[in-house]
Nanobody, 125 residues
Framework: QVQLAESGGGLVQTGGSLRLSCAAS????????MAWFRQGPGKEREFLAG????????YYPDAVKGRFTISRDNAKSTVYLDMDSLKPEDSAVYYC??????????????????WGQGTQVTVSS
């Protein structure tokens, strides 16, 4: 089992940037593919970015491609989400998640067995 803890959320102005971090503890972090999701009020959980266990492959949906970047540091058991050109519609609770399918990036939340508690991101207009 792996425990995940997000940090780095907060209030930022439109057009600003933010870096989220997700620290893992427990079982070997490097074996998991990782992803970031977000969920706004009354909305479904939305896939934002995924990265394979070795960082060799990443994937982004069109909604965030070019603005968000996922990366990981297996030595630090941490995955990051760098967000640029933030918009008010990016406001949500952001979650990191771990999947035991280390070489595959899935977009559906059902593929991720472990989740952090979430961190709030608010983008002011």
């Amino acid at each position: 089992q792996v425990q995940l803890a997000e940090s780095g959320g907060g209030l930022v102005q439109t057009g600003g940037s933010l870096r989220l971090s997700c620290a893992a503890s427990g079982r070997t972090f490097s074996g998991y593919s990782m992803a970031w999701f977000r969920q706004g009020p009354g909305k479904e959980r939305e896939f934002l970015a995924g990265i394979t266990w070795d960082g060799g492959m990443t994937y982004y949906p069109d909604a965030v491609k070019g603005r968000f970047t996922i990366s990981r540091d297996n030595a630090k058991s941490t995955v990051y989400l760098d967000m640029d050109s933030l918009k008010p519609e990016d406001s949500a609770v952001y979650y990191c998640a771990a999947s035991t399918y280390g070489s595959t990036i899935y977009q559906g939340p059902e593929w991720y067995a472990y989740w952090g508690q979430g961190t709030q991101v608010t983008v002011s207009s």
